[in-house]
C-alpha cells in the first residue's frame, strides 16, 4: 500500500500551543500536500511541497520534508480553537492524472 | 464562483436500490475526483476523470459507475446499493496546468446511508 501512515491519529493541546503531525509514505513522491477537513465538511488544501524542497511556511503553518526517511511534518503554532479540525497529508506520485493518496488524517483537538 | 458542488446532502437507501450522485464544479477544471470516506480509512479514490468524455477506475472502483458528459459535472452511480457503500463521498476537481496549481477543490460532501 502507498498509503503510509500518519500520526498521532489524536492530539490535544491548549490554545497558543505548537502542534505538531507526522506523515510517512513508502515510495518516491512528487509532491505531498495537506489539507484540513472541519467536522461535516468537505477537505481545504493547505500546503503543498515538492520533492526537491525541504521546508516551507504559509502563515503559522511550517511543512518540513525528509526524502530520506520519507517523511513530512506539518507544524501548527500558536495554535488556537479554530485549528481544531483533522488534518490529512495526500501524496502526489506524479503522472498524469495527479491522483493523490490520503492518509488516515490526525484529529486535532484545541482547547481554549 | 461556487466552486464544488455536490447534490444530495445527505440520502439514506436501501439495499438493492440505485441512485446517481451530482458533482458540478464552475471554475472550468479539467480533472475531476470521487473519493469516499470511512471511519479511520482516510479517502479513498474511486474513480476519475482526465477530461470530459473520459473516466478511469481509482482505488475502489466496484460497484460504481461514473460519467462526465460535460466538463463542469462528474455524476457517480450506484446500480445496486449495498450497506458496505454507507460512506461519505466526496467530489474534488483539478486544474490542467501546472501554472493554475497541483491541487484538489473539494465539494462539501454527500451522506449515503444504505440499510
Known amino acids: 500500500s502507498q498509503q503510509g501512515e500518519e500520526d498521532p491519529q489524536a492530539l490535544s493541546i491548549q490554545e497558543g500551543e505548537n502542534a505538531t503531525m507526522n506523515c510517512s509514505y513508502k515510495?518516491?513522491?512528487?509532491?505531498l500536500q495537506w489539507y484540513r477537513q472541519n467536522s461535516g465538511r468537505g477537505l481545504v488544501h493547505l500546503i503543498l511541497i515538492r520533492s526537491n524542497e525541504r521546508e516551507k511556511h504559509s502563515g503559522r503553518l511550517r511543512v518540513t520534508l525528509d526524502t530520506s526517511k520519507k517523511s513530512s511534518s506539518l507544524l501548527i503554532t500558536a495554535s488556537r480553537a479554530a485549528d481544531t479540525a483533522s488534518y490529512f497529508c495526500a501524496k502526489n506520485y506524479g503522472g498524469a492524472t495527479n491522483k493523490l493518496i490520503f492518509g488516515t488524517g490526525t484529529l486535532l483537538a484545541v482547547q481554549p | 464562483n461556487a466552486g464544488v458542488t455536490q447534490t444530495p446532502k445527505f440520502r439514506v437507501l436501501k439495499t438493492g436500490q440505485s441512485m446517481t450522485l451530482l458533482c458540478a464544479q464552475d471554475?472550468?477544471?479539467?480533472?475531476m475526483y470521487w473519493y469516499r470516506q470511512d471511519p479511520g480509512m482516510g479517502l479513498r479514490l474511486i474513480h476519475y476523470?482526465?477530461?470530459?468524455?473520459?473516466?478511469a477506475k481509482g482505488e475502489v472502483p466496484d460497484g460504481y459507475n461514473v460519467s462526465r458528459l460535460k466538463k463542469q459535472n462528474f455524476l457517480l452511480g450506484l446500480e445496486s446499493a449495498a450497506p458496505s457503500q454507507t460512506s461519505v463521498y466526496f467530489c474534488?476537481?483539478?486544474?490542467?496546468?501546472?501554472?493554475?496549481?497541483?491541487?484538489?477543490?473539494f465539494g462539501p460532501g454527500t451522506r449515503l446511508l444504505v440499510l
Open positions: 515510495t518516491s513522491i512528487n509532491n
Open positions: 474534488a476537481s483539478r486544474p490542467l496546468s501546472l501554472a493554475g496549481g497541483e491541487t484538489q477543490y
Open positions: 476523470s482526465v477530461g470530459e468524455g473520459t473516466t
Open positions: 471554475m472550468n477544471h479539467e480533472y
